[in-house]
């Protein structure tokens, strides 16, 4: 039997599936927050998202309360708190960003009383036991430190400080020694000034029916009220493209070539043809920039960009880990790809590979309870609701090629960039100040 010559054909890409959207219902309680409820029987199962807005604190105190909250109640002990949720099938974490404190939480359908009460005890009398903040200081200072090392984290932070300046958004992770001064008493007062009810989301996917999910949330969370205060970030400023940030790691084999370009939030007209110019750019795993530094020249492995939203803006950041010796040629390609993106029309075949797997990619984002939470709850905490989804699905759809050319010019042009690369400045930078100006990191 002869093998089969030359490449086989792809078959051709299906029709789109019409975005289902789920039953859900959304309730404002009396102390301020709004409760969604959203019904996915897939597993007997319900999946929690409480967005809290944060804001502007100091870093070290807020990712401290993060890691301590769950730490014990007046009533109960961590060890307690953990027990308490294991018998309904569940737990709770939390973590805080720049914008939000999160508590995520799981458990049975059966058990999602049980859970609400839990996290009502948390809100409203979490103790941060001495011994308990202590032992998750160190261990968050160990982790800070492990970061500090990792060439990815510190090419993040540069790019960071480089887009936003002065905003809070500059600095996302506090210094080891700012976490060893954080003290019980501090943590109590933030949780009593910000962890309170008003402008929260609280999210609840799974096996439920919808109001049934709201009356347990609102019998269990009616009595938590604060008179803390909302902090409103304000936005973010734009970018200003300037000289290249060479940022100094001597002696690295890799160098982390970061990129930031404009970008809109998920409202803005210009978002889904800019959704689709930044997946033919580098978006996904078809894309040009892919094919262009891994899959043709082998500089990398796994560059891609992505548009991050936040609450006060939303930036596109394209990303790649090359090696030392192409860090000149990795860049050039990059200028390449964004300035053919952002002068020459997408042909018609790429923009539709792009839309399918971008209408797909937001199929599969509801697939499961965990990405209905997490997608309801970005949603909600930025002011939408799941209904977005359609009408996002349906400017994706008719995004045309002039559209995402437009979209390319005015957002992705390389003239737009602010580029940052953290390496071997000594055996980089020749090949670097041949492409474009520089600036040393101080």
Do not use: C
């Amino acid at each position: 039997m002869s093998a089969p010559s030359g490449p086989r054909t792809l078959p051709p890409l299906g029709p789109n599936r019409r975005l289902k959207l789920p039953k859900q219902a959304e309730r404002t309680l009396a102390n301020g927050l709004t409760v969604i409820a959203v019904r996915r029987p897939a597993v007997p199962l319900v999946e929690l998202r409480l967005w809290i807005p944060f804001g502007r604190t100091h870093l070290a105190r807020g990712a401290m309360l993060s890691q301590t909250m769950l730490s014990g109640t007046s009533t109960m002990t961590s060890v307690q708190i953990a027990a308490e949720l294991q018998k309904v099938g569940g737990g709770l974490s939390a973590g805080v960003d720049p914008d939000r404190l999160m508590l995520t939480g799981t458990s049975l359908v059966t058990g999602l009383d049980r859970m609400l009460e839990i996290l009502a005890e948390v809100l409203t009398g979490a103790t941060y036991p001495n011994d308990e903040v202590a032992t998750e200081r160190d261990r968050l200072v160990d982790r800070i430190q492990v970061a500090q090392s990792q060439p990815a984290h510190l090419a993040r932070v540069a790019l960071l400080k480089r887009i936003f300046g002065r905003h809070p958004y500059a600095v996302q992770t506090p210094e080891p020694d700012e976490v060893r001064s954080v003290r019980p008493a501090a943590l109590r007062r933030l949780h009593e000034e910000r962890v309170h009810p008003a402008e929260g989301m609280l999210v609840l996917v799974g096996d439920v029916q919808p109001e049934r999910a709201l009356d347990a949330a609102e019998k269990a969370l009616d009595g938590w009220t604060g008179a803390g205060r909302a902090v409103v970030l304000p936005a973010t400023p734009p970018l200003e493209p300037g000289p290249l940030l060479l940022v100094d790691r001597p002696g690295s084999v890799q160098s982390s070539l970061r990129v930031a370009l404009p970008a809109v939030p998920r409202t803005h007209p210009d978002h889904a043809p800019l959704q689709l110019a930044n997946l033919v750019f580098g978006g996904y795993f078809s894309s040009r920039w892919v094919e262009n530094i891994r899959e043709d020249k082998g500089y990398t492995y796994g560059p891609h960009s992505l548009i991050e939203h936040a609450v006060a803006g939303s930036v596109l950041v394209a990303a790649a880990e090359v090696a030392t010796e192409v860090t000149g040629p990795a860049l050039l390609e990059t200028t390449y790809e964004l300035g053919r993106l952002a002068s020459l029309p997408v042909k018609e075949e790429e923009l539709e590979q792009a839309r399918q797997y971008a209408l797909g990619t937001l199929q599969l984002g509801m697939s499961t309870q965990a990405g209905l939470a997490a997608l309801t709850s970005a949603y909600a905490g930025n002011g939408l609701r799941l209904d977005f989804l359609a009408e996002h699905a349906a400017r994706l759809a008719k995004a045309t090629v002039a559209d995402v050319a437009e979209a390319a010019a005015r957002y992705l042009a390389p003239a737009k960039a602010v580029t940052v690369v953290l390496g071997d400045a000594e055996r980089i930078a020749p090949a670097l100040a041949a492409l474009t100006p520089l600036e040393r990191s101080a």
